[in-house]
Nanobody, 113 residues
Framework: QVRLVESGGGLVQPGGSLRLSCGAS????????MSWYRQALGKERDFVAH???????YYSTSVEGRFTISRDNAKNTVYLEMTELKPEDTAVYYCTVANTAYWGQGTQVTVSS
């Protein structure tokens, strides 16, 4: 049974940092393209970052240079390190196995002073 559980969200001031985690079970994260998406209130869900089986990464232009996606194969976990956070980064962040119906429940990130 595939399961994705996000954690690490919270309230942070502009310019601050957070690290999100996505714990996976039922499959091996390094065998799949893993992705982070986000959805702000009243808006569509948007792509944030991919990590490929090779370890290569790809980011949306809005986060490139500030966010880093990575994975720990031993823990079967994918991470999203977020730095230089801006109020417009406020959203629910979701982990997903790319091109599948498997999504986590999301974790709220709020950037506000």
């Amino acid at each position: 049974q595939v399961r994705l559980v996000e954690s690490g969200g919270g309230l942070v001031q502009p310019g601050g940092s957070l690290r999100l985690s996505c714990g996976a079970s039922g499959f091996i994260v390094s065998d799949k393209i893993m992705s982070w998406y986000r959805q702000a209130l009243g808006k569509e869900r948007d792509f944030v970052a991919h990590i490929y089986q090779s370890g290569n990464t790809y980011y949306s232009t809005s986060v490139e240079g500030r966010f880093t996606i990575s994975r720990d194969n031993a823990k079967n976990t994918v991470y999203l390190e977020m730095t230089e956070l801006k109020p417009e980064d406020t959203a629910v962040y979701y982990c997903t196995v790319a091109n599948t119906a498997y999504w986590g429940q999301g974790t709220q990130v709020t950037v506000s002073s």
